[in-house]
């Protein structure tokens, strides 16, 4: 009920009524009162903003200066290393360093490098688990939201 009527509230209609605990937000509807929690609504946005610039194909990229090293297993490298024009859409750019070794030379702005280097293990591991019948688009959404 009160999430259906979230679903349907428009975001920018809500009134900020103030903080609670320095973790949830409490706003109104003409209809309702809201605790939104900040970590999940910040989680959200991220969210959103990367799923937006992957259909769109507009995109903030920052390149490191020094690539992001990571060890990574043989068999997951190189499922990474197939998908690596896919991860360029997405705005991370990857080469293989080594025999078990990724260089990360750049990814989108609002990512920190360690949420990266997490969803690359985790993309690694799904590609090999999932073989060849595995939907690299239909990963995208669990990708952003690693």
């Given amino acids: 009920p009160l999430r259906d009527q ?3 509230a428009q975001w920018s209609s809500l009134q900020i009524l103030g903080q609670a ?30 799923m937006n610039s992957w259909n769109t194909g507009r995109k903030e990229v920052q390149n490191f200066l020094l690539p ?19 991860l360029e859409k997405l705005g991370i750019g990857v080469e293989q360093s080594g025999p078990e070794s990724l260089a990360v030379n750049s990814c ?3 990512l920190k490098e360690a949420a990266v280097e997490k969803a690359l293990r985790w993309l690694g591991e799904d590609l090999v ?7 690299f688009e239909k990963v995208v959404g669990d990708f952003f939201a690693t």
């Fill in 6 to 8: 979230m679903a349907t």
């Fill in 21 to 50: 605990r320095l973790t949830y937000i409490i706003s109104q509807s003409s209809e309702s009162l809201f605790l939104i929690g900040q970590h999940a609504a910040h989680e959200r946005i991220l969210f959103e903003t990367l």
């Fill in 68 to 86: 992001l090293s990571l060890g990574i297993e043989a068999d997951h490298l190189e499922a990474i290393m197939s998908r690596a024009s896919d």
């Fill in 108 to 110: 989108p702005v609002i």
């Fill in 129 to 135: 688990s999932k073989g060849g019948s595995f939907a």
